[in-house]
């Protein structure tokens, strides 16, 4: 299907449409050439305020007409002037003509003229030309939207070539030759099939050796995004991190790694067989994961681990630390000053690599300033090389596992791009989708044309959602009730006073940086020792927090586990990012709108209805209800609620995963050498109770949180009894409140008389 110049319409904003009078007349025939003689699509405004709105709903207008001559809304705010603004700080490139009379010329500001893109008299041209040069400016903003790759796939699948190369599918013709191919065919759309290419097309170039059109997208995303070398990778940001490792680590480097870390970066270490030394983050006592001290990218503190790890050998404890691996920001949305982490780490690290999967749009706004791996640095004179990843995918626009890799030169130490292509040939496809390829060069113009607007826009939103939460949840308590809260800052200095977080302006809150700064004088994270200036939670990750759980640990009588209003959330299409015990997770993304914020709160407000009625779980969770009558029948929401919150408080289920992750056990071998058991088939299951004295071959990582709890190598000693303490806790939990098995990485489910026990891969012997 070809996109015309109709799918890109004109907004035209003026009072005169239905004026019987010279000027409505020729409004009115403009609008007609411009329909029938150029296919242009016309959407009609008959006031700034009006147009206003429009121009604020649609990025797919291709030009703003405006009638500079119109009087202003009666009671109304917006001015030609104040839209004309509008319109060119959302968006540097759009066409905006006046239409205004020829002696009107004399009232126009330069500050006006300076804004628009052309004139047009209303009665000195003919209509003829006044439809043609709108016709023309179209045409020249619909070829500038496409950047060069995008721009490239969309000439070529427009050009209707027979393909004689691979898919086989051959431009979506392969499909209709089955009932099922011609339903996917039907369902996706012509394009998809016809963009859907091969490396055979010298047109586009090669992602290979980052040639041609692709290669010019990925040199221009390294500007965008401060880069030296950006490398655009399509299996996601699990294997940007292997890319990294496999290009600079070897058999017996030191790793020094996050320990609250992705289990890609586990997969690097055993890619690399690498030995990893870990850092540890701190915990508040509500579960939420923090920053890692800064006292631990010390050279000293490095050196320590080093020479108290029991299985490096000696002659191999003196060399320097080959890469360090830290998450920036972490899935609460805690980030690090890095130029602080920069200062420490240069003194002991060859290379640095910051995990930024879920933060690829830190650079488009001030707010994050120095709190990225990316970040413009001039007062850390002699860094290592650094290396970045971004999941493209997960926060800005591009399509699933679309991610690039990002490198910045060292100050002395400079990556050669050959051999770093070297790593990216041996992990990547040498028959690439070009549609993946197409959305991270659009991800890169969104960003570069109007990424501060876009960001912005996002991080205003959530902080008054946050707003919104806050100001139900002191209405509810005022009136003796509850409601969820947030987790963020209570109390802001604004303007010379320490006011409520709700009672401060939100643009002050998203144009300024210290409200988000952790400290330790307002200490409402719960990190103990906070440094200054160190790290920020990033506005737009939502942490609600459940009734039950205090900052300082303590159980309440009463309180609601996060994962009952997680699965109820999900009955009414709502999906959170993940839950903990008492807190779940939600992110404001470039495609929230505010109908989903809406939403939200109508849930909130509709499970908070359900729980003080005691609504039975039938109404209130009717999948669980069904799946397991004979545990849940007749029971209500608040009772379910409690139950379940008094076996936590019971079995101190918090208090066990705090020890089980601040315990790093003891390692017995190296990742990579537990891996190499399950390759030769030295492994088997064992089951938890049996796990004593066990090293399991593979990593076990809970859901909740989300991070190892045990790597592969290490062992279950009495050192680690924490861990299997709090394993055997989650196990006895599903066992008795079944449907709420939670996802734990590395541990299968074998079902006996019953019940169900966890069980994981050990080293034989």
């Known amino acids: 299907m070809r996109i015309t110049k109709r799918s890109w319409p004109v907004l035209i904003i003026s009072a005169q449409f239905d004026a019987k009078n010279d000027e409505g007349f020729r409004l009115r025939?403009?609008?007609?050439?411009?329909?029938?003689?150029?296919?242009?699509?016309?959407?009609?405004?008959?006031?700034?305020?009006?147009?206003?709105?429009?121009?604020?709903?649609?990025?797919?207008?291709?030009?703003?007409?405006?009638?500079?001559?119109?009087?202003?809304?009666?009671?109304g705010s917006t001015t030609a002037i104040s839209l004309l603004k509008l319109i060119r700080s959302r968006n540097k490139h759009i066409p905006i003509l006046l239409l205004t009379e020829r002696l009107a010329m004399?009232?126009?500001?330069?500050?006006?003229?300076?804004?628009?893109?052309?004139?047009?008299?209303?009665?000195?041209?003919?209509?003829?030309?006044?439809?043609?040069?709108?016709?023309?400016?179209?045409?020249?903003?619909?070829?500038?939207?496409?950047?060069?790759?995008?721009?490239?796939?969309?000439?070529?699948?427009?050009?209707?070539?027979?393909?004689?190369?691979?898919?086989?599918?051959?431009?979506?013709?392969?499909?209709?030759?089955?009932?099922?191919?011609?339903?996917?065919?039907?369902?996706?759309?012509?394009?998809?099939?016809?963009?859907?290419?091969?490396?055979?097309?010298?047109?586009?170039?090669?992602?290979?050796?980052?040639?041609?059109?692709?290669?010019?997208?990925?040199r221009n995303s390294a500007r965008v995004f401060g880069a030296d070398y950006t490398y655009y990778v399509l299996n996601g940001t699990s294997n940007v991190n292997q890319i990294i490792w496999r290009s600079q680590l070897v058999r017996d480097d030191i790793a020094f790694v996050d320990r609250n870390c992705h289990k890609s970066l586990n997969y690097a270490m055993v890619i690399t067989d690498a030995w990893p030394v870990y850092m540890i983050p701190r915990r508040n006592k509500r579960g939420i994961i923090g920053p890692c001290r800064l006292s631990e990218f010390s050279e000293q503190s490095i050196h320590s681990r080093i020479q108290e790890h029991p299985c490096i050998p000696d002659e191999l404890k003196s060399q320097r630390v080959k890469m360090s691996a830290l998450t920036n920001s972490t899935y609460d949305g805690i980030c690090y000053n890095v130029i602080h982490i920069k200062e420490q780490l240069q003194q002991s690290v060859d290379n640095l690599h910051f995990?930024?999967?879920?933060?690829?749009?830190?650079?488009?706004?001030?707010?994050?300033?120095?709190?990225?791996?990316?970040?413009?640095?001039?007062?850390?004179?002699?860094?290592?090389?650094?290396?970045?990843?971004?999941?493209?995918?997960?926060?800005?626009?591009?399509f699933s596992q679309a991610s690039m890799m990002h490198i910045r030169n060292g100050s002395s130490v400079k990556v050669n791009p050959d051999e770093i292509n070297e790593s990216y040939m041996m992990h990547g496809s040498t028959s690439p989708q070009y549609s993946m390829i197409a959305s991270l060069d659009v991800a890169t113009k969104m960003m570069e044309d109007n990424g501060f607007i876009l960001i912005n826009d996002i991080i205003l939103e959530a902080i008054r959602l946050r707003q919104k939460i806050t100001h139900i949840a002191r209405e509810m308590k005022f009136g003796k009730s509850w409601f969820f809260e947030m987790w963020q800052p209570r109390i802001?200095?604004?303007?010379?006073?320490?006011?409520?977080?709700?009672?401060?302006?939100?643009?002050?809150?998203?144009?300024?940086?210290?409200?988000?700064?952790?400290?330790?004088?307002?200490a409402w994270h719960?990190?103990?020792?906070?440094?200054?200036?160190?790290?920020?939670?990033?506005?737009?990750?939502?942490?609600?927090?459940?009734?039950?759980?205090?900052?300082?640990?303590?159980?309440?009588?009463?309180?609601?586990?996060?994962?009952?209003?997680?699965?109820?959330?999900?009955?009414?299409?709502?999906?959170?990012?993940?839950?903990?015990?008492?807190?779940?997770?939600?992110?404001?993304?470039?495609?929230?709108t505010r109908a989903k914020q809406c939403s939200l709160l109508t849930a909130l407000l509709q499970f908070k209805a359900l729980y003080d009625r005691n609504a039975p779980l039938e109404q209130a969770l009717p999948s669980l209800a069904n799946d397991y009558p004979e545990r849940y029948a007749g029971v209500g929401l608040k009772d379910h609620c409690t139950e379940i919150h008094q076996y936590f408080k019971e079995h101190?289920?918090?208090?066990?995963?705090?020890?089980?992750?601040?315990?790093?056990?003891?390692?017995?071998?190296?990742?990579?050498?537990?891996?190499?058991?399950?390759?030769?088939?030295q492994v088997e299951y064992v089951e938890l109770e049996a796990m004593t004295d066990r090293v399991p071959a593979v990593m076990i990582v809970p859901y909740p949180p989300g991070i190892p709890i045990m790597m592969g190598g290490e062992s279950m000693n009495d050192k680690a009894r924490p861990i299997f303490d709090y394993l055997m806790a989650r196990q006895n939990f599903e066992n008795l409140f079944p449907g709420y098995e939670s996802d734990i990485h590395g541990v299968e489910r074998v079902a006996r008389d019953g019940k169900k026990f966890f069980q994981t891969l050990c080293v034989k012997g």
């Open 29 to 75: 025939a403009l609008v007609d050439k411009l329909k029938d003689l150029h296919a242009l699509s016309v959407y009609p405004s008959f006031s700034y305020e009006d147009g206003a709105e429009i121009f604020m709903s649609r990025s797919d207008l291709a030009a703003v007409i405006i009638d500079w001559d119109m009087p202003v809304d009666n009671g």
């Open 106 to 218: 004399v009232s126009i500001q330069t500050d006006v003229l300076e804004i628009i893109s052309d004139t047009l008299w209303k009665t000195a041209d003919t209509i003829d030309f006044h439809a043609g040069r709108i016709d023309t400016f179209v045409m020249e903003y619909i070829t500038s939207v496409h950047p060069s790759f995008f721009g490239a796939l969309v000439k070529y699948a427009h050009e209707y070539k027979y393909a004689w190369h691979t898919p086989g599918h051959m431009g979506g013709e392969g499909f209709l030759h089955s009932p099922a191919g011609h339903a996917m065919y039907n369902f996706f759309g012509e394009n998809v099939f016809r963009s859907d290419l091969s490396i055979s097309v010298p047109e586009l170039g090669s992602l290979q050796d980052h040639s041609g059109v692709a290669g010019e997208a990925e």
């Open 355 to 398: 995990d930024e999967a879920w933060y690829a749009y830190a650079r488009f706004h001030p707010i994050y300033t120095d709190h990225y791996g990316m970040t413009d640095d001039d007062r850390n004179s002699d860094h290592p090389p650094i290396f970045c990843s971004h999941s493209t995918h997960k926060l800005l626009t591009a």
């Open 492 to 522: 802001v200095s604004y303007e010379g006073s320490e006011t409520a977080f709700e009672n401060v302006p939100a643009e002050y809150l998203a144009s300024h940086q210290h409200p988000w700064v952790f400290t330790r004088k307002n």
């Open 526 to 592: 719960g990190f103990a020792d906070m440094e200054e200036n160190y790290a920020m939670l990033d506005p737009i990750k939502l942490t609600f927090i459940t009734p039950g759980l205090d900052d300082d640990g303590n159980l309440t009588d009463e309180g609601i586990p996060a994962s009952i209003v997680s699965d109820y959330l999900i009955r009414h299409g709502i999906v959170c990012e993940k839950s903990d015990y008492y807190s779940f997770l939600l992110l404001n993304s470039l495609g929230t």
């Open 652 to 681: 101190q289920m918090l208090d066990k995963m705090q020890d089980a992750f601040q315990v790093i056990p003891d390692p017995a071998m190296k990742p990579a050498d537990a891996y190499h058991s399950v390759v030769k088939k």
